[in-house]
T-cell receptor, first 116, second 113 residues
Framework: AQKITQTQPGMFVQEKEAVTLDCTYD???????LFWYKQPSSGEMIFLIY??????QNATEGRYSLNFQKARKSANLVISASQLGDSAMYFC?????????????FGRGTSLIVHP | NAGVTQTPKFQVLKTGQSMTLQCAQD?????MYWYRQDPGMGLRLIYY???????DKGEVPNGYNVSRLNKREFSLRLESAAPSQTSVYFC????????????FGSGTQLSVL
């Protein structure tokens, strides 16, 4: 079974609108971390936001926020006021225990296109 | 401001050839990783090194070997390249294997003909 599931292969949004990228995860351990990374067409991987499993508040970083619903095991990324430069692949990732280490596992990604 | 440096950026191999991908980080990180990225598959972990002197298999280790040469450097070797190893390879590092973000290199585009 996949540890990280991103069900939206592609998403489209109008510039200046908000968009939500879905991510669900599967772990039986109470201690884990959830991450989102952005990969623009240039290919580099850019860290966006982190949520720890014990964090009470949803994480926010500028226009990015993580909608963390622990009981539903979902960690959706919300991008407010989309910009053309937000067009990219977005990957959800989780660190959970594996043989004493917290090894990052990635989802398959969601391609976001922002229209002017 | 180098961060994680990978070489080469592009490589074309013939089936059966060998090569080593080099990775170095200058952030004094303890943990390093090699991932491969294939279309529609996300990033899959090949090998990781939790700390200097240790290496462990990830999800897709077959056909690869690694060496943690020192704290800075973590290399990935393909002993006998196969077309199935055509992929983009990313090296990454983090302070430890706890809940910390990864810092990525710029990637290596490898084609095996």
């Amino acid at each position: 079974a996949q540890k990280i599931t991103q069900t939206q292969p592609g998403m489209f949004v109008q510039e200046k609108e908000a968009v939500t990228l879905d991510c669900t995860y599967d772990t039986s351990d109470p201690s884990y971390g959830l991450f989102w990374y952005k990969q623009p067409s240039s290919g580099e991987m850019i860290f966006l936001i982190y949520q720890g499993s014990y964090d009470q508040q949803n994480a926010t970083e500028g226009r990015y926020s993580l909608n963390f619903q622990k009981a539903r095991k979902s960690a959706n990324l919300v991008i407010s006021a989309s910009q053309l430069g937000d067009s990219a692949m977005y990957f959800c990732a989780m660190r959970d225990p594996y043989r004493g280490s917290y090894i990052p596992t990635f989802g398959r990604g969601t391609s976001l296109i922002v229209h002017p | 401001n180098a961060g994680v440096t990978q070489t080469p950026k592009f490589q074309v191999l013939k089936t059966g050839q060998s090569m080593t991908l080099q990775c170095a980080q200058d952030m004094n990180h303890n943990s390093m990783y090699w991932y491969r990225q294939d279309p529609g598959m996300g990033l899959r972990l090949i090998y990781y090194s939790a700390s200097e002197g240790t290496t462990d298999k990830g999800e897709v280790p077959n056909g690869y070997n690694v060496s943690r040469l020192n704290k800075r450097e973590f290399s990935l070797r393909l002993e006998s390249a196969a077309p199935s190893q055509t992929s983009v390879y990313f090296c990454a590092s983090s302070q430890s294997v706890r809940n910390e973000k990864l810092f990525f290199g710029s990637g290596t585009q490898l084609s095996v003909l």
